[in-house]
């Protein structure tokens, strides 16, 4: 008895209008994966809908994607995300630019290149900045004045460092994280766990809490994936795991680009080469649960917290414990 949980970032409600086969699906519920008072992206939700305890889980996430990432991060290492930026007349005009960048001359840092815009830091010996240091989202700040979202920290020479990254590199340091310690899959739920992903930060979750996570050629986390590989590989991982994460990103990405079509048109491709492909060949005894971690709003790029829908194909009491844990449950 097993099942495979297709997480389907940034989906909301209404995206679910454009797939055929999971309408079809019967049972179905809404639940909201953001905890109270935590912020609404997909660390949180994923980290809560694996069951990590609220306390455990951290407001940074630059260390989980150090980990995906095969990084060795010690003790006292400081660990940033690093956007490519765009300053117009002195605002923040863009996050998300591509751009080369050469900053290993600078001893004591490591700058890691995941590609597009995005970036890792890891500061060596650079944990004692951890608790005064303070940065903003850059998605979350465009057209602010690049001066009332500058990172400060109570040591001066490396709050210069951070804004010689901004003003000569258009790097954009954020999402500060330390090493941190996890409870396994294996302990909070007693029975076994793989992930099938790209998204470091998903990825990273689940190396640290001790999932199989594989490595898997030809996928991305946005709407260029392979997500027949994704599939095939859940599919068989669901004959040697209990449990199976499959997460796919694009949709989220497409929203944040503001373009509706595009994440529509993802979600078809879901839709069928993913859903359809698992409820055709799943075994008899294994689940389907379909949700999403989040909502993200193709209006404005934003995270929305608020319920996300569920739909349970071929429910078993793996699934049941699930909806048990915090759902509220609407199905038929």
């Known amino acids: 008895m097993s099942v495979i949980m297709v997480v389907i970032d940034g989906a909301l409600s209404s995206d679910y209008n454009v797939c055929e086969n999971i309408k079809k699906i019967k049972l179905s519920g809404s639940i909201n994966n953001t905890p109270q008072g935590m912020e609404v992206n997909s660390l949180t939700c994923i980290m809560n809908m694996l069951g990590i305890p609220y306390k455990k889980i951290p407001k940074g996430r630059a260390y989980l994607e150090a980990i995906a990432l095969g990084e060795s991060i010690k003790d006292n290492d400081l660990i940033l995300r690093c956007n490519d930026i765009k300053i117009k007349n002195g605002r923040l005009a863009s996050s998300n630019e591509v751009s080369s960048k050469d900053i290993s001359k600078i001893s004591n840092f490591k700058l890691i290149d995941m590609g597009s815009y995005k970036n890792l830091l890891i500061v060596r010996d650079g944990r004692k900045f951890y608790k ?97 590989i994704k599939a095939k590989t859940a599919l068989e991982l669901s004959f040697k795991y209990d449990f199976v994460l499959l997460h796919i990103n694009g949709g989220d990405e497409s929203a944040h680009r503001r373009n509706i079509d ?8 879901i839709d069928c080469e993913v859903i359809g492909y698992l409820i055709r060949n799943l075994k008899k005894d294994t689940s389907l649960i379909v949700t999403s971690d989040h909502g993200t709003s193709s209006e404005n790029g934003e995270h929305i917290n608020d319920c996300v829908k569920y739909y349970i194909y071929n429910n078993n009491v793996e699934t049941q414990k699930w909806i048990n844990r915090n759902c509220s449950f609407q199905g038929s």
């Open 132 to 228: 005064s240091l303070k940065t903003f989202e850059p998605h979350q700040n465009i057209g602010e004045l690049i001066t009332e979202i500058l990172p400060s920290c109570e040591n001066l020479e490396f709050t210069n460092f951070l804004m010689k990254l901004i003003y000569k590199y258009n790097l954009y340091p954020w999402g500060q994280s330390v090493k941190e310690e996890f409870p396994s899959f294996y302990s909070l739920h007693n029975i076994n766990g793989a992930v099938v992903c790209k998204t470091e930060i998903v990825k990273g979750i689940g190396r640290t809490i001790k999932m199989f996570t594989p490595d898997l050629p030809g996928t991305t986390a946005d709407v260029d994936t392979d997500l027949n």
């Open 262 to 269: 595009e994440k529509l048109n993802f979600m078809k491709k």
